[in-house]
T-cell receptor
Framework: DGGITQSPKYLFRKEGQNVTLSCEQNLNHDAMYWYRQDPGQGLRLIYYSQIVNDFQKGDIAEGYSVSREKKESFPLTVTSAQKNPTAFYLC???????????FGQGTRLTVV | SQQGEEDPQALSIQEGENATMNCSYKTSINNLQWYRQNSGRGLVHLILIRSNEREKHSGRLRVTLDTSKKSSSLLITASRAADTASYFCATGLGGYQKVTFGTGTKLQVIP
């Protein structure tokens, strides 16, 4: 069953902690993306990757880091430098960045 | 920055009615896509229309694109309660594209 999987579904972070959100796809897609969604708002691009071992900053990359060591995996780390990390995080992939994106079910991160 | 802006921000209709939502964007695009998001879930791709196309249909969905006005519309005919969701337009800028999403229209279909 092909698709894109995000974990965990809910995540709680204490002040000053780094946390890592997982995103795995078995669609053999080259392009992968991380978005942040705040209540009642659209999606803002954090980072994207066109190919393994390469990634680019999106519109709101500050306080976040990513890696792309494998084609299937694009984890996002929310660092302590991100001052307002509470949000819904969505990972997506597309075959070549040219069209349709497939989304995971999201991770809701809350700072406690 | 967000390229697309949907209008209206919220829409409430009775089941069976048609729902129309609009998207305006600022720069030239390669294609425009529409997605649906149920509350607390990921986005689901609905339809993609290329910049050289003017209209596209998929089931109860009809999408139009007017590149001269930099706008698109999504029409859902004979709406159902299950269509209740937020709808987003997304624009692709060509080449290796960075797809940019709008702010969404929240549709409520009342049974």
């Amino acid at each position: 069953d092909g698709g894109i999987t995000q974990s965990p579904k809910y995540l709680f972070r204490k002040e000053g902690q780094n946390v890592t959100l997982s995103c795995e796809q078995n669609l053999n897609h080259d392009a992968m993306y991380w978005y942040r969604q705040d209540p009642g708002q659209g999606l803002r691009l954090i980072y994207y990757s066109q190919i393994v071992n390469d990634f680019q900053k999106g519109d709101i990359a500050e306080g976040y880091s990513v890696s792309r060591e494998k084609k299937e995996s694009f984890p996002l780390t929310v660092t302590s430098a991100q001052k307002n990390p509470t949000a819904f995080y969505l990972c997506a992939s597309s075959i070549d960045g040219q069209g349709r994106s497939f989304f995971g079910q999201g991770t809701r991160l809350t700072v406690v | 920055s967000q390229q697309g802006e949907e209008d209206p921000q919220a829409l409430s209709i009775q089941e069976g009615e048609n729902a129309t939502m609009n998207c305006s964007y600022k720069t030239s695009i390669n294609n425009l896509q529409w997605y649906r998001q149920n509350s607390g879930r990921g986005l689901v791709h609905l339809i993609l229309i290329r910049s050289n196309e003017r209209e596209k249909h998929s089931g109860r969905l009809r999408v139009t694109l007017d590149t001269s006005k930099k706008s698109s519309s999504l029409l859902i005919t004979a709406s159902r309660a299950a269509d209740t969701a937020s709808y987003f337009c997304a624009t692709g800028l060509g080449g290796y594209q960075k797809v940019t999403f709008g702010t969404g229209t929240k549709l409520q279909v009342i049974p």
